[in-house]
């Protein structure tokens, strides 16, 4: 056992070490090596060191880099250090971390990190929390509790007795909700395209003179960070609006709540804490691996009568016992993952990371502009959005920065505007990195054929 995980480690690390110099999206030859795992299942057993020698070898090329510093695709977070050596031993340690009984560790640590959550991301000291695999979990587990809860308002229980003859509820979301949100309401049975969807201003925030009248029951889903601009709903005045008739307010915070850690950026989430439930993403922000998402509910008692499961070999104890919040009973402990995350930053290290992330954000936007490329964006937060020109050169110049491997960044469409996103949000980038990025980025759009 020692010799293989010797060698697993010295394997990972040589990985790290060479994210530097290889391409950040793998090579065509990498990805068509893959098929050399692609063989009849093997008759008899392997020996675990052929079996690491082989995912090295042929897995490690046609990763994405990344844990790099140059990934800025979609809104992927980096690894801390700590949170990888913590991921490595809880993977050791196989925790299951449904109850207490199976993992004191895991539980602990969920109560541990819960508490520091609340107080880094401003939240109320007694919301309940899960850990779940992302956002797209997180919204989907609060917006459980929250159909719990204004459901039972109006004298209906749900989880008995489901949603066949419920009372009409109204759903608001706006245009520029994350799709994470739809598909969460159509899988809690409440449909994909029944919600109100409110239009939004340039920036994709919730225009407040479009907001519906609102009677209950009634849920209305707002978003800090949007996946594109980085922008923020008017969290106060919809919390204000929407509770004076009783509904509830949700907050995708997938990667935007965050904000509220930065002395710099939390007067973007003012008010949030006003809300009654909140979906946000360990592994974007907070930098631990994969997978981690986090949901926050007020009230912990509608999330626990929406996750609550018994049977007669569970112990039903008077702790928190974490599969009694989550949509699952089994579960990875990510709590581990997330304590190592907040113990190794502390509370000016996350700050920091926050703000250099948005510093790095505004040197691409000031380096793009300078060269006469459109932002598209109030670069509030880690977002940037940039036209090259015409759909066809931004396009164009997107293909070449992926297949420059300098950096990676994806495409997008921004109210009509082909745009290419730029989104930071890794503790491994740094100063360099951007300037680099930006340089192949100007010397490709030097020689981009314009498309007219
Ligand atoms: C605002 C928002 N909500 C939800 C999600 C979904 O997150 P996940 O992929 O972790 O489920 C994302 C992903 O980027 C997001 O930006």
Not at 293 to 306: H, I, K, S, T, Y
Request: proline share 6%; aromatic share 6%.
């Amino acid at each position: 056992m020692r010799l293989l995980l010797d060698r697993a480690a010295a394997a990972a690390t040589r990985y790290l070490e060479n994210l530097d110099e290889r391409a950040v999206a793998p090579r065509t030859e990498a990805v068509e090596g893959l098929q050399e795992l692609n063989e009849p299942l093997p008759e008899g057993p392997t020996s675990p060191e052929v079996v690491l020698d082989m995912l090295d070898r042929v897995g490690s090329p046609a990763t994405m880099a990344a844990a790099g510093g140059r990934f800025f695709g979609f809104v992927h977070g980096g690894s801390l250090p700590a949170a990888l050596a913590a991921n490595w031993l809880a993977g050791a340690w196989d925790q299951n971390a449904a109850l207490f009984v199976t993992s004191p560790v895991a539980s602990v640590l969920e109560e541990v990190s819960l508490r520091w959550l609340l107080d880094l991301l401003q939240l109320p000291p007694g919301c309940g929390g899960a850990f779940v695999t992302g956002a797209t979990m997180a919204n989907f587990t609060a917006l459980a509790a929250a159909r719990h809860a204004v459901l039972q308002r109006a004298g209906w229980d749900v989880e008995a007795d489901g949603l066949i003859g419920a009372p009409p509820l109204t759903l608001v979301v706006s245009d520029e909700s994350h799709p994470s949100v739809l598909k969460s309401l159509g899988m809690l049975g409440l449909g994909r395209q029944r919600a109100l969807r409110i239009p939004t201003d340039k920036q994709g925030r919730i225009r407040l003179d479009a907001l519906p009248a609102l009677s209950e029951p009634a849920i209305v889903c707002v978003q800090a960070g949007n996946i594109n601009t980085g922008a923020f709903d008017p969290f106060a005045e919809i919390c204000a609006i929407a509770h004076e008739k009783h509904a509830w307010v949700h907050v995708d915070g997938a990667f935007g709540l965050w904000a509220a850690a930065s002395p710099e950026h939390a007067h973007l989430v003012a008010g949030v804490g006003e809300a009654d439930s909140w979906a946000t993403d360990a592994h974007k922000w907070l930098n631990t691996p994969y997978d981690c998402g986090l949901a926050f509910v007020r009230d912990a008692r509608p999330l626990n009568q929406a996750m609550a499961l018994t049977a007669a070999y569970i112990p039903q104890t008077s702790r928190r016992e974490p599969s009694q919040f989550t949509p699952e009973l089994s579960r990875r402990a990510r709590g581990i993952e997330v304590w190592a995350a907040l113990r190794s930053l502390g509370r000016s290290g996350l700050a920091d990371l926050v703000e250099r992330n948005c510093r790095h954000a505004r040197r691409f936007a000031d380096g793009l502009r300078a060269a006469g490329c459109e932002i598209l964006n109030d670069v509030v937060l880690n977002q940037v959005l940039v036209s090259f020109g015409d759909p066809a050169t931004t396009l164009s110049m997107i293909d070449r920065i992926q297949k420059d491997g300098t950096c990676w960044c994806g495409g997008t469409t921004w109210q009509g505007r082909t745009a290419m996103r730029i989104s930071t949000c890794s503790w491994a980038i740094t100063d360099e990195d951007v300037d680099r990025s930006l340089d192949s980025m100007l010397q490709l759009l030097g020689s981009v054929p314009r498309v007219r």
